[in-house]
């Protein structure tokens, strides 16, 4: 379970890319093409970039096995979770619908993809570096 530790810290990486993410969604897309459509592109941008870091860093966490690659996804989608519910409405203030509101695919928001880029991440990092056993 030492892994576990390693993906914290990886898992904390996560929040500077999202903050950095978030400003240039709110200051470049959401003005030039719309809240839905910057929204929309912010959330494809940070499950990519998600992905990408993953990659870098699979191979420092030592995952390689399927079941140890979607525990590490399962515990940075906890964190996540975790994260984004006490911010949002203990840091923030905004109740808790005005959160759930982004996660509602039939609205278009994309969130779930994010949230689904997380768990995943480690199994297809792993893969793409011929890594899983």
């Keep these: 379970m030492h892994y576990l530790i390693k993906s914290f810290f990886v898992w904390l990486l996560f929040i500077p890319l999202a903050v950095v993410n978030s400003a240039l969604r709110d200051l470049a897309l959401v003005p030039l093409l719309g809240d ?22 699979v191979n420092r966490l030592g995952v390689y096995a399927r079941a140890a690659c979607l525990v590490v996804g399962a515990f940075w989608l906890i964190l996540t979770l975790m994260f984004e519910a006490s911010f949002f ?43 899983v056993s």
């Design 89 to 131: 409405v203990l840091a923030m203030i905004h109740p808790m619908d005005k959160l759930l509101k982004d996660y509602d695919l039939f609205r278009g928001r994309l969130w779930a993809i994010v949230l689904a880029a997380i768990f995943f991440a480690p199994l297809l990092a792993a893969k793409l570096n011929k890594k």
């Design 36 to 57: 839905t459509m910057g929204r929309d592109i912010s959330s494809l941008t940070l499950a990519l970039l998600i992905l990408v870091l993953t990659l870098l860093m």
